[in-house]
């Protein structure tokens, strides 16, 4: 007998997901497709380009274990959204197999409360300006994160102002002598007393200003009695004279102009909220984006000297924030940059910095990658996407139709390449390919092809993926500078796409990384383990990373692990095909090698003092096996030019937010973007962002994550 | 495939973030300034910018004036923080003391506000002319959250708004009140207001001569003894 079926028992085959890169945002994307919570509705396939995951988070175990990235990556304790990913995928992972002995989310992250930037006195010397942190209640991920909004920000300011200050007040004040009141000047005498101080001018000097400033007094102690445009008058002469010595002050103490420089950005920011009406905005801080952020600052009243402080030029500095990679051109949006600031300061949980406990690969991207396969998603490395194939013109619905891939390698057995490799234990993804696991592996291997360029086209297959048969949804989740290249058909059919590329920008960035003999006092570095940012160029931010040596496998261990990082100046136009070439990666890597040299031999006595020796750096100080000397030496050393596509650092500059394109965006019915380049509402390139449009992403292809469970979306 | 059966993405409640920070603002009931709640918001937010605006700068000048030495010694050099530091905490706690305004004001809104014209967010646009609030009676001021009632006691021909916020902590019978000024006006203070009557049930008098000009008149609640201000008060005269 057969029974009748009703329609609605019928099982809906899963939907086929293509996820194109396996970065923070494609693989957000395809954890959160994949969660148990949707009943696996959706089956994932990801496809990746060369060897490894984890996109410019990608990084890989080099000789005796070291753990080498594409820069320094320091989690900020507002990453809400990234903190509460990993902090799932540790605790399903644990579920899942209890008893393996896997690194615990408490043991990858460790707090880093120790900070600083380096400061340029009026002599020209560069002083370490360390900060401790508060650590603060809760965890980043936590569930009730912090309350975000302008009101609170502003509050949080200057209550920050007040604290700054109050730092400052450990002098008794008990012996400061009252200005001894006298009789009040009369409208005559205040106008005598401005045509005197404007005739002086700057010759004024300060038996002028003290005497300027005593009739100030007076008068403000009783407004009402003189005529505002005199008081203001008088105000600004007073000002002027003593901004002269004020100057020839905090030449002589740098923790005081250090402070008044802060003072000075906090009032600025709370003015400019206030003045450009960002409370009531709707577009929150959005509306401020077509400013730079120093400029905006200084509209403001923040002086040229808070503008140039250490502190702004940090800040720039750990944003990548410089046009074409120029140190001349400072540029962030002010709105993105002040969002960014505002949650880095006033919205984080345990630690300001979180530094992670092994590479970023094997901290984030092995658990994720072990997660999702055990959910069932299908990893196909070597697949490099090389064209995505609209539908014609004049279909119903705009969709994409099919998927280009080159299939750069196959694997001997035939089944999917196994990534990861085990380092003292833990899974971690090694610095160059499996080649054992790899059809032709030793001739791939001795024809050194570059599996992560988008120009090297040597393939052992083409690949087309169509949609209805491979596919049903694609999350496009490339780097911003590979969409140039794969989506020709997009580009020429919509404009939207053509002004994002041309208006939001990458830069490339440059790293480097030492492990050394010599220990941090040894050195003359202080005690500490620290992280500062605002020096020099070619290296402006650096991190003590000795913490990664115990996880490394060295016979005879370093003392000491150094991060440096910065941009790189561009030298390619990503629209010219001669970019991304083997010749144009070898130059680039030449080039920052050189800058690294110059870098010690010239710059690091000032962190580290006892490293100059009679002729510059000493390079016997750096860990090597090899008998090299001078700085031939710094080839045993790690280095890398951040130039390919795939690479470059997304930007956030001035007037750069409106073209930036939604993962929400509704144009393709079967199509979604991620990236930290997308309208992810924190658009800022960082892993937070990434993360987030990873999330909207999901959302886009299942209405999960509810857009509210997206910390920091609805942020102003 | 026929394209029909196609899967596709579902479609979006929303594709931007909703920023708009209060999710309702300013209804008819949490101000009484008019029948354009936006109008009434920003004038709100504007006095009282120009308020705190007007006491930075002051602040700011006497603070870096009073950096100085004042008689040249070096142990005045040597407390010079101090002057600075008091003042710069004056304009910490008065700067709070607005915020604290102006997150109350939007707290108890509750209507979602207007979009804001393209545009409109920027430096220059603080120049336009809002519209006047419509007559409305003068609204009831809100009562501290924690220090005792404060009752007003107003005395006005024409029609006037009062409204005032204190600190939390503030003591009444500790403070004293300001003059009301009207910044960028040539218009006479209005000096009649006082705080009086019996320690547990002090009342704000505010009296507004005949004649006053319209316009906005902000003062503000000091500590008597550190002269700390502690909150603020704002009076509409039509």
């Not at chain 2, 501290?144 to 939390?168: H, M, N, W, Y």
Request: hydrophobic residues 40%; charged residues 25%.
């Amino acid at each position: 007998m057969v029974e009748a079926k009703d329609p609605g028992d019928e099982v809906q085959p899963p939907t086929k997901v293509a996820v194109i890169g396996g970065g923070c945002a494609g693989m957000t994307a395809a954890f959160e497709l994949t969660r148990p919570e949707l009943g696996g509705r959706y089956r994932v396939t990801v496809y990746q380009m060369g060897f490894r995951l984890g996109g410019k988070g990608a990084s890989g175990r080099g000789e005796h274990g070291r753990v080498e990235e594409h820069g320094l990556h320091l989690w900020m304790g507002y990453y809400e959204n990234a903190f509460r990913l990993m902090r799932d995928c540790y605790a399903e992972r644990l579920e899942l197999d209890p008893d393996r002995p896997a690194l615990r989310f408490e043991d990858a992250f460790s707090p880093a409360h120790f900070n600083g930037a380096m400061d340029l006195a009026a002599n020209g010397e560069w002083l370490p300006w360390k900060v401790d942190f508060p650590a603060m209640p809760g965890l980043p991920g936590d569930p009730n994160p912090p309350k975000l909004d302008i009101p609170t920000y502003l509050i949080h300011a200057a209550r920050l102002l007040r604290t700054l200050l109050t730092t400052l007040s450990g002098v008794d004040d008990a012996k400061a002598e009252p200005v001894r009141p006298r009789a009040q000047p009369s409208e005559g005498e205040l106008t005598e007393l401005l045509k005197r101080l404007t005739q002086l001018g700057a010759f004024a000097g300060l038996g002028a200003a003290v005497e300027a400033t005593r009739w100030l007094e007076l008068v403000l102690g009783a407004l009402p009695e003189y005529p505002q445009s005199l008081i203001a008058r008088l105000l600004d002469a007073v000002s002027e004279l003593a901004q002269t010595e004020l100057r020839r002050l905090t030449e002589a103490n740098h923790e005081l102009r250090r402070l008044w420089e802060i003072a000075e950005l906090i009032l600025a920011t709370i003015r400019g909220c206030v003045r450009f009406r960002l409370v009531f905005d709707p577009r929150g801080f959005d509306a401020i984006d077509d400013y730079d952020c120093r400029e905006w600052l200084a509209l403001n009243g923040a002086s040229q000297g808070a503008i140039d402080s250490a502190f702004i030029r940090a800040l720039y500095d750990l944003a990548f924030a410089y046009e074409g990679g120029d140190e001349k051109r400072p540029a962030i949006a002010a709105g993105s940059a002040l969002r960014g600031a505002f949650r880095a300061f006033f919205s984080y949980r345990g630690a300001f910095f979180w530094r992670m406990n092994a590479g970023m690969g094997d901290i984030v991207f092995a658990p994720l990658y072990e997660v999702l396969c055990r959910r069932g998603v299908r990893f196909e490395f070597f697949h490099k996407l090389t064209n995505v194939g609209l539908s014609e013109p004049g279909a119903a619905s705009a969709h994409v139709r099919e998927l280009e891939f080159d299939v750069q390698a196959h694997t001997l057995s035939g089944g999917e390449y196994e990534p990861l490799c085990s380092v003292k234990g833990l899974p971690c993804w090694p610095a160059r390919p499996l080649f054992e696991q790899l059809v032709g592996g030793a001739e791939l291997e001795a024809l050194g092809i570059d599996f992560e360029t988008q120009s090297d086209r040597r393939a052992c297959e083409r690949k087309l993926l169509r949609v209805g048969v491979d596919f049903d949804f694609a999350v496009l989740s490339v780097g911003l500078g590979v969409l140039r290249s794969v989506c020709g058909s997009i580009l020429e059919r919509d404009e939207r796409y053509r002004n994002m590329l041309e208006h939001v920008k990458s830069v490339p960035t440059q790293a480097f990384q030492l492990w050394l003999d010599k220990d941090l006092w040894e050195l003359g570095g202080g005690s500490r383990p620290i992280n500062l940012s605002g020096y020099v160029e070619p290296f402006d931010t650096l991190a003590d990373m000795t913490h990664l040596i115990p996880k490394e496998d060295w016979a005879r261990p370093p003392k000491l692990l150094a991060y440096f990082c910065n941009v790189l100046r561009d030298t390619a136009d990503p629209r010219d095909g001669r970019y991304d070439t083997e010749e144009f990666l070898a130059r680039e890597r030449s080039r920052v090698r050189q800058h690294c040299v110059d870098f010690l031999s010239r710059d690091a006595a000032a962190l580290w003092p006892a490293s100059r020796v009679a002729g510059g750096f000493d390079w016997s100080a750096l860990s090597s096996d090899a008998k090299l000397e001078g700085p031939a030496r710094f080839s045993s050393q790690y280095w890398t030019a951040n130039v390919r596509p795939s690479d470059r650092y997304s930007q956030a500059l001035p007037g750069s937010t409106r073209f930036r394109i939604s993962p929400l965006d509704q144009s393709y019915d079967n199509l979604t973007l991620a990236g930290d380049y997308t309208n992810c509402s924190l658009n800022m390139g960082c892993v937070e962002a990434a993360v987030m449009s990873g999330m909207l992403a999901a959302h886009a292809l299942s209405g999960f994550p509810a857009l509210a469970n997206i910390v920091g979306y609805d942020h102003p | 495939m026929d394209d029909s059966n196609r899967p596709k993405r579902p479609k979006m409640e929303r594709t931007e973030p909703d920023r708009s920070w209060m999710n309702g603002s300013f209804g008819p009931g949490a101000s009484a300034a008019g029948s354009d709640p936006r109008a009434a918001g920003y004038q709100a937010i504007n006095n009282a910018y120009r308020l705190i605006d007007e006491y930075v700068r002051q602040g700011q000048r006497m603070a870096e004036n009073l950096w100085l030495p004042l008689d040249g010694s070096a142990g005045r050099a040597a407390s010079a923080f101090n002057a600075p530091e008091r003042l710069m905490r004056a304009m910490g706690d008065m700067t709070m003391a607005w915020l604290e305004v102006m997150e109350q004001f939007t707290k108890n809104a509750q209507a979602k506000p207007s979009p804001v014209p393209a545009g409109s967010a920027g430096p220059f646009a603080s120049s336009r002319v809002e519209p006047p609030p419509a007559a409305t009676e003068a609204p009831s001021p809100s009562a501290p959250a924690k220090a005792q009632p404060l009752k007003l006691s107003l005395d006005a021909r024409g029609r006037v708004e009062v409204s005032f916020q204190l600190a939390d902590a503030a003591s009444l019978a500790e403070l004293a009140v300001t003059e009301l000024r009207s910044f960028g006006s040539d218009a006479e203070p209005i000096r009649g207001v006082e705080l009086s009557g019996a320690p547990d049930e002090p009342v704000l008098r505010v009296r507004v001569p005949e004649g006053q000009p319209a316009g906005t008149y902000n003062g503000l609640f000091l500590e008597r003894g550190s002269q700390r201000p502690c909150g603020t008060i704002s009076l509409v005269v039509h």
